[in-house]
T-cell receptor, first 115, second 117 residues
Framework: QKEVEQDPGPLSVPEGAIVSLNCTYS??????FMWYRQYSRKGPELLMY????GNKEDGRFTAQVDKSSKYISLFIRDSQPSDSATYLCAMSTNAGGTSYGKLTFGQGTILTVHP | EAGVVQSPRYKIIEKKQPVAFWCNPI?????LYWYLQNLGQGPELLIRYENEEAVDDSQLPKDRFSAERLKGVDSTLKIQPAELGDSAVYLC???????????????FGPGTRLTVL
């Protein structure tokens, strides 16, 4: 079983829809949670970053972390065709040493927002 | 500010041939990462450098893969000899890790897409 599981989709929604992307994880030492967006033939770019449990909002994007359930979510409101990309969740521990800074990624969810 | 630069963007080689990828991180970033991304998967860490030192290379297949980061700036990842299963995207990322270990954002380059025939 992988440390981070993400439904690969693909997910296709109409413009304006609310999108929900999710990841589950097994390593309770994860404390930093990130969502990256990756356009075709590009590198991942950071969208949202949260530490420990709670919600964080940035424009149309909301990230939620529930450490008790080992579950994180990314919500996209009023989705746009420009949001079409692969969304990757990523997590890291703060154990220091060689594990510090190591990101463990989910396999990514392919999202298409059609006009 | 220039982002992480990688070259070449695409490389096609025959199996058993050597190949090398180059990465220039964001200026001032002391930490550099090489990731492997297979089709339909998330990136997986191969090696992490803090300045010139490889502080995590546990996932690097050392029988055929090698990396170096001379002078603590740009880095080269080499595969010799390449195998069919090495076909993937090789991503480089960099970040600034401050004293005390404060976590900082990893910025990714566009990657090198390797095809081994």
């Amino acid at each position: 079983q992988k440390e981070v599981e993400q439904d690969p989709g693909p997910l296709s929604v109409p413009e304006g829809a609310i999108v929900s992307l999710n990841c589950t994880y097994s390593n309770s030492a994860f404390q930093y949670f990130m969502w990256y967006r990756q356009y075709s033939r590009k590198g991942p770019e950071l969208l949202m970053y949260t530490y420990s449990s709670g919600n964080k909002e940035d424009g149309r994007f909301t990230a939620q972390v529930d450490k008790s359930s080992k579950y994180i979510s990314l919500f996209i409101r009023d989705s746009q065709p420009s949001d079409s990309a692969t969304y990757l969740c990523a997590m890291s521990t703060n154990a220091g040493g060689t594990s510090y800074g190591k990101l463990t990624f989910g396999q990514g969810t392919i999202l298409t927002v059609h006009p | 500010e220039a982002g992480v630069v990688q070259s070449p963007r695409y490389k096609i080689i025959e199996k058993k041939q050597p190949v090398a990828f180059w990465c220039n991180p964001i200026s001032g970033h002391n930490t550099l990462y090489w990731y492997l991304q297979n089709l339909g998967q998330g990136p997986e860490l191969l090696i992490r450098y803090e300045n010139e030192e490889a502080v995590d290379d546990s996932q690097l297949p050392k029988d055929r893969f090698s990396a170096e980061r001379l002078k603590g700036v740009d880095s080269t990842l080499k595969i010799q000899p390449a195998e069919l299963g090495d076909s993937a995207v090789y991503l480089c990322a960099s970040s600034l890790v401050k004293s005390g270990g404060a976590q900082d954002t990893q910025y990714f380059g566009p990657g090198t897409r390797l095809t081994v025939l």
